[in-house]
């Protein structure tokens, strides 16, 4: 998987979320720089909100297809068992074999420890930052893994002019396998940043109308 999260978008979204940015443009007065920085907020809220927070450990598993070799009789005479500890970071998830006495032993194996739990959406709190309000929940999310996101985040923009352009980038290894519905969520997150932006539009030519 490459490090950097990539994807492809449906048309119609690109066309719905241009659509909102001229609206804002014409009826809002806003620039075409600030138009698309708020697209681009909008956008990175919603991958912030879909990415999941791993729990404090990893999934644990006895390992039943080795009970019968002569490593796992010799397990047994040392008190020992093989489980198997899950990590969910890789896409297919990677299996790592650990012996341990019993199953709560097993779940504390360093092996078994989410070390910088929420790391893939503490990147995207850091994107959000820097756009805009950071207005998504942190829930789960570690004092380091906060602090190590920062390097796995960035975000490059030039707002001005004609041509103004957004790039946000998430180089957390995991950053799509920890999405809620992977390359789902991220096509989803186009269609809804220009429902979002037409809501606020609509809202704010009510207010300046004095519509209740």
Do not use: C
């Amino acid at each position: 998987m490459s490090n950097t999260l990539s994807f492809q978008v449906r048309g119609a979204d690109i066309s719905a979320l241009r659509r909102e940015m001229e609206r804002a443009r014409v009826e809002l007065g806003k620039t075409l720089g600030a138009s698309l920085k708020w697209a681009a907020h909008s956008i990175a809220v919603t991958l912030g909100k879909r990415t999941i927070v791993a729990k404090g450990t990893r999934p644990v598993m006895a390992d039943e297809a080795d009970k019968k070799s002569a490593e796992s009789m010799w397990d047994r005479a040392m008190g020992t068992r093989k489980f198997i500890v899950q990590d969910e970071r890789r896409h297919p998830p990677r299996l790592v074999h650990i012996r341990a006495r019993n199953l709560y032993e097993a779940r504390r194996h360093p092996a078994a420890a989410v070390k910088n739990a929420g790391m893939a959406k503490a990147a995207w709190l850091w994107n959000i930052r820097k756009l805009g309000r950071a207005d998504v929940s942190a829930k789960g999310v570690t004092a380091s893994a906060k602090a190590k996101a920062q390097k796995h985040a960035a975000v490059s923009s030039n707002l001005k002019g004609d041509d103004p352009f957004v790039v946000m980038r998430s180089r957390v290894k995991y950053a799509e396998a920890a999405l809620m519905n992977g390359e789902q969520s991220v096509r989803d997150a186009m269609s809804n940043a220009a429902n979002f932006m037409a809501h606020q539009i609509d809202a704010n030519i009510k207010k300046k109308m004095g519509a209740k």
